[in-house]
């Protein structure tokens, strides 16, 4: 059963928490009212240029707005580590700057403020910690890729967001922290792996690590990912993939006609909460074909006959030894002084060691020796045989799922994925609906996404009961 659970989250981490390394501000919930023309809850980034250029609010009044949200909620969420004492100054900053150039000229998330997951380093007052007191005062060499981009598009970074300690990478034993995108009701974006910069966050995997926005809508989510994809000369997995970004970038694929004409594959278990949605992308034009199976899914999803586990359990060692060695400052400069923390840490508080068995089993390992290379060649082999040959067998643009049930897939493979909201369950849990397809299929998954969002407008803004 460990194995399972080891299996299933090592693969869901990857596509939803390193994908939650930037999400728009908590503060949807917020019921704070600029004027009767521009409300926080639900602002849009376009909604939010609108309201600069029209001279109805200034990116300082908006940052002072989400902090107060912030204030107000975090309480009860939990969702915010800190939040970035030098927000509101850099908001001055885009203020000046849209006063003295044209507006229309600035990228879109000029002036607008981001959360980063606090596994994305920054160059500033922020700490980087991956949830982890061990990583406490750290100091990072430099801005991580991402933040470079989202710095230079007039972004203000806003402050960290939580995650579970080591994206939940240390033990099954210790409590969940995180949230998966498809039961928050908000867009997810996994991007194929390269196609935005891993320099600089705590890592799980360089070959399956992949960074992307959360936002309310597919739009925001399209907006954030133009800004952070691209080369980087510190990820050399970026060099390859930068060929694919279409001239023009993403924003061009988000089209309400999106789904006409598009060949649909449903996989995995199906679900009545589907069908409803199934009928709606008939209706808006898409070719859906029901109960198909990626072969071998077993393997992947079930246990540890894929690889997966001995391939992440070495490259975390090495990858996470090679960002604690590059630190300017740190308590820890290994993953073994990383155990040795929580054990003293443990001692020193008295307080029950939560376990890092995943830590010690990493620990453990000493390279990509034989066995790791035999599981490397077993993920490809899975993919090749699995989704790839089901996408090219079936000629789909993309296969679709309730839930996260496709992460596992898309994460050995490197592929990329979206996440749609698609209704609430009994209980007034939200749900989502996944796309997925082949490596720098993001064109297609856009139009796919953004056209059944626009189709079924499902989601709510959140209430919060006290």
Known sequence: MVALRFFFFSSLLILLILSQAL????????????????????ATIEDIRV?????????????????????????????????????????????????????????ILHGVPVLLKDSISTKDKLNTTAGSFALLGSVVARDAGVVKRLRESGAVILGKASLSEWAHFRSFSIPDGWSAPSQNSVVGIKP????????????ISLRQDSIGPICRTVSDAVHLLDAIVGYDP?????????????????KQFLTTSGLKGKRLGIVMKHSSLLDHHIKTLRREGAIVINNLTIPNIEVIVGGTDSGEEIALLAEFKMSLNAYLKELVKSPVRSLADVIAYNEEFAEQEKVKEWGQEVFLTAE????????????????????????????????????????????????????????????????????????????????????????????????KPPKFIA
């Open 23 to 42: 999400i728009m501000s908590v503060g949807s919930a917020s019921q704070i009212r600029l004027s009767s023309t521009f409300s926080i809850q639900e």
């Open 192 to 203: 194929s792996v390269g196609l935005t910069s891993r320099a600089g966050v705590v890592p």
């Open 364 to 459: 453990a390992t000493s390279g990509m020796g034989e066995k790791e290379k035999t599981a490397l060649q077993k993920m490809k082999e899975l993919s090749r045989n699995g989704i790839e040959k089901l996408i090219e067998e079936n000629k789909l643009d993309a296969i679709v799922t309730l839930g996260s049930d496709l992460s596992s897939v898309l994460a050995i493979g490197g592929y990329p994925g979206i996440n749609v909201p698609a209704g609430y369950d009994s209980g007034g849990v939200p749900y989502g609906i996944s796309f997925g397809g082949l490596r720098f299929s993001e064109p297609k998954l856009i139009e796919i996404a953004f056209a059944f969002e626009q189709a079924t407008l499902i989601r």
């Open 51 to 107: 309201a600069f250029n029209e001279k109805r609010l200034t990116s300082k009044q908006l940052v002072e707005l989400y902090l107060e949200a912030i204030s107000k909620l975090n309480p009860i969420l939990h969702a915010v580590i800190e939040t970035n004492p030098d927000a509101l100054i850099q908001a001055e900053i885009a203020d000046r700057e849209r006063d003295l150039k044209n507006t229309t000229k600035l990228p």
């Open 234 to 250: 510190l990820d050399e997995a970026t060099k390859t993939a930068s060929e694919f970004i279409p001239e023009g970038g993403y």
